[in-house]
Structure formats: C-alpha cells, structure tokens
C-alpha cells in the first residue's frame, strides 16, 4: 500500500512515499531554517508564507523521486496537529485537496505519533507495545506506545521542552538557532565536568520533566562571568548543559520503564539526534539488557515519511477524515480526536 505523507506543521515542508509503512520510495524536506536564522527562532507568518509558495514543488518532486504516479497513491495522510496553526493549515488545506480531487481516502496524523513512526522506517521489526521518548522542539513526552495508534502519556514537561533548552542555552552562548546541534558539535571536545549544572526537582509526577531552571542557570552562569570579564569555553560549557539533559532524560525514562515495565525502549524527535542523547541511551539500555531503537538521523528531525509511516498505520485501522477535517495547534496526543 502506498502512503503520501505531508508534513507542515513547523518551519519544514516535506512529502513523502512510503510503501507499507516501513519503506520509503521518497522523502522531500525544503527547509526554511536559513531564513529563519535571523530572527533567532521560528516566525510563524513567514513559516506559512514559505509553505504555501513550497508545498506544490515539493509535492511534485517527491512524486517524481518516487518513480510512481500519483493515481498509483492509496492514501493521502497528512499531519492536522499539534503545530503552529497558520503552518497546518497549509499541508491540511493541500491535502484536501488533493484527496477531494481524486477521491483518495485523507488520513490524518499527530505530529508526534509521526515522529514515533520514524522508528518504524529505521527498525523494519519494531512493533509495539513499548515506551518512547519524543523529545523535540516543542515537545519531552515519556509515551506508552499500546499499540501502533494507541498512546498513553506517562512524563511531559511542565516548562520548556528539551530541545528548547537547548535552543535557548546555545543562543546564550551566541550559537545560532537552531542551536542543538552547535552544543552537540561543541561538546565532541568539551569536558563535561568543569561546569557544575543542576537537575530539576519536579514536585507531583517522577516521570514530568522541567528544563527551565537548568536554562536559567546557564544564563546566569554567563552573565556572571562576563561581568567578572573571565572568558566562558563554550566547549566545556555545552558538554554540560548535554550532558545534562541526557542524564535527567535517561534518568526518567529509565525510572519509568522500571515501573511500568517496559525493556523496548525508543527515542524519537529532534533532540534524538543528538550524540551525547543517543549514546548514554545506548549504554544504559544494553547495561539493563533492554531492545532500544532510534530513527536515522536523517528522520529524526521533521520529514513527510514519518507521517506518511504512521499514516498507514492509522489508514488500516481505519482512521480517516472528511472535507471538513481541520488544523489544531495543541492536541494531546492520548485523546485525538479528528
Ligand atoms: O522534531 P523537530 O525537528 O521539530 C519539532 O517538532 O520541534 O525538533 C527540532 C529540535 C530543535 O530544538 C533542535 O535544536 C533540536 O531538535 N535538535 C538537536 C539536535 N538536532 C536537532 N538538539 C540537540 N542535538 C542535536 N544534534
Ligand atoms: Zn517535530
């Protein structure tokens, strides 16, 4: 079965074919970070001004790379939240279109089930259930993945998501946004252990995470030292602020995992891109003995393939919408509704 996937919630345009779910015959992403860059951080106006001059090209040539014809098609899913609402509505209203004018069924995705799928293209033997870190931009959920469109929600954050701390610790350090992968690069020849930063005491829930503190002492660390004129090394600087989060994000999943029992673990999201992440995951899930996947790295960030993966799924278990299916900017992902 041959899935469409189009993806446009954020400051990526992307569409893909993906054959059962698991293959994919193309995967078209225009970028508008560059753009973006000068502002420090995503705009929304200009995120969808861009979408909309984009989605028609980048349609085309993922049709084209895929060596098929769009009558070929089975499905057109596409991703109608959680994202900013102006961007949505763009892939959404294409969308609908497309399917009002070839009569194809329209399925429609949450953006971080999509995510979730993007282990799905990477492990061809992954199946649920097990428990997944989504861990992003906008989001640092600890999800129970029951089956392949059934979540449950155990951690999320109460403040900034982990990928938004990184964003907002590297622009302290003068790191253009996004910044992520600066710190990543940095710390390859940091030391961890020069800056002392704190872990998050979140009061209530042992799986919910809390990221602006961690921010906030980075902040401050740097204006300290700028007003006593002594010289921050980035390097040593972000080794800690990755070092960090990779330990308070494995810490929560670990402890989760413990008490829920689970020994499948996967990451997904943005921010499981990132080498200090992936191999402290890495090390503690084979010192446990547990299965852990991760996506590719090229499908960790946002992409079409991972909505047109879990569109499949959501497409044979029968979820579809009508012409009147519409865009939300906020949705939990353990109560979608269409
Ligand atoms: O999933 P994604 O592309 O978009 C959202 O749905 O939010 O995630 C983007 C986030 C950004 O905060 C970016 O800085 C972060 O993922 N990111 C990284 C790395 N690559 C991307 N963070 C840390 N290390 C990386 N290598
Ligand atoms: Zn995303």
Do not use: W
Request: aromatic content about 8%.
């Amino acid at each position: 079965m041959l899935i469409l996937g189009i993806e446009s919630s954020c400051d990526e345009t992307a569409v893909s074919l993906v054959k059962d779910g698991r293959e994919i015959l193309s995967s078209v992403v225009s970028t508008q970070i560059e753009e973006h860059k000068k502002y420090g951080g995503v705009v929304p106006e200009i995120a969808s001004r861009r979408h909309c001059e984009n989605i028609l090209g980048v349609f085309e040539k993922a049709i084209e790379d895929s060596g098929k014809a769009f009558s070929e098609i089975d499905a057109v899913a596409v991703t109608y939240s959680p994202g900013l609402i102006g961007a949505l509505l763009v892939g959404v209203s294409f969308a609908k279109g497309l399917a009002m004018a070839s009569g194809k069924p329209l399925v429609p995705v949450h953006h971080i089930s999509g995510h979730i799928a993007s282990n799905y293209l990477t492990h061809k033997n992954l199946e649920p259930p097990y428990l997944c870190l989504v861990a992003s931009g906008g989001h640092s959920h600890i999800i129970e993945v029951k089956s392949y469109t059934e979540f449950n929600v155990i951690g999320r954050t109460r403040d900034d998501a982990a990928g938004e701390c990184f964003d907002k610790c590297a622009r302290a350090m003068g790191f253009p946004y996004p910044g992520g992968i600066h710190i990543d690069n940095a710390s390859k020849n940091g030391d961890f252990s020069v800056y002392k930063l704190p872990y998050p005491k979140v009061a209530g829930s042992e799986y919910d995470f809390s990221f602006s503190g961690l921010k906030t002492s980075v902040i401050n660390l740097i204006h300290n030292s700028e007003q006593k004129k002594i010289q921050i090394n980035k390097n040593n600087l972000s080794a800690s602020v990755q070092h960090t989060i990779s330990e308070i994000l494995v810490g929560k999943v670990m402890k989760a995992s413990e008490d829920f029992g689970y020994k499948k673990i996967a990451l997904a999201g943005g921010v499981s891109a990132n080498s200090g992440v992936r191999s402290l995951f890495e090390s503690e899930c084979s010192r446990r003995g547990y299965e852990f996947y991760m996506p590719a790295l090229n499908l960790c960030g946002d992409n079409g393939a991972m909505i047109a993966s879990q569109g499949y799924y959501n497409y044979i278990s029968g979820i579809t919408a009508g012409e009147s299916l519409n865009a939300y900017a906020t949705m939990p992902i353990d109560d979608i509704t269409f």
